[in-house]
Nanobody, 123 residues
């Protein structure tokens, strides 16, 4: 059973930075693809970024390219999302996700989810 626990959310002013963490347990992090999604009030959950450990590939939504960076520490079984130049429209609950076979924007295809962490960006 894979378990994911996010942390690092909070309140930040526009232009500021935050780093989210997702601790992964139950399997070896490197054997899974992992990603970040977010859900703003009244909106659907959307893909933010993903990483394929074995291939070393990363993927980003256009809205966060150049501002967000996904990375991980296999020794700590932790994935990160470094967020810079934050905007009020980045306000959302951020979720980490993992799957053995899929990486991409289709929420339903990801097998495991964390509980989410709130990010609020004030203008």
């Amino acid at each position: 059973q894979v378990q994911l626990v996010e942390s690092g959310g909070g309140l930040v002013q526009a232009g500021g930075s935050l780093r989210l963490s997702c601790v992964f347990s139950g399997r070896t992090l490197s054997s899974y693809a992992m990603g970040w999604f977010r859900q703003a009030p009244g909106k659907e959950r959307e893909f933010v970024a993903g990483i394929n450990w074995s291939a070393g590939n990363t993927y980003y939504a256009d809205s966060v390219k150049g501002r967000f960076t996904i990375s991980g520490d296999d020794a700590k079984n932790t994935m990160y999302l470094q967020m810079k130049s934050l905007k009020p429209e980045d306000t959302a609950v951020y979720f980490c996700a993992a799957d053995q076979y899929y990486i991409g924007p289709q929420e339903a295809r990801w097998g495991s989810w964390g509980q989410g962490t709130q990010v609020t960006v004030s203008s």
